[in-house]
């Protein structure tokens, strides 16, 4: 599996999660504290695990070592990760 694909994925079951708290936390209609249900914490624990991932993916020339995903320090540096690095175009996978 790409390490694009596995972001991807990641990423929708991150959504899926999210929608799937959004439901339960208006099904139950404050008869608990949503904050201590696992509907509220396993889509921030996953979406730590991605950010991690994101920030890990990096390119395996010992040269260049280049961020493939977060390439700067703006929001609109994310990219998606392609099979080639973008500037030394060494093989990722």
Not at 3 to 19: D, F, H, N, P
Not at 32 to 56: C, D, K, M, N, R
């Amino acid at each position: 599996m790409s390490i694009k694909r596995k972001l991807q994925l990641l990423i929708m079951a991150e959504s899926i999660l999210i929608i799937l708290h959004l439901a339960l936390k208006n099904e139950a209609n404050g008869t608990e504290s949503f904050v201590s249900q696992w509907h509220f914490w396993l889509p921030i624990i996953l979406g730590f695990y991605i950010y991690s991932f994101a920030f890990s993916i990096r390119c395996p020339n010992k040269l260049c070592k280049s961020r493939q995903v977060v390439r700067g320090y703006s929001v609109f540096d994310l990219r998606w990760p392609e099979r080639h690095c973008f500037r030394c175009e060494n093989a990722i996978e």
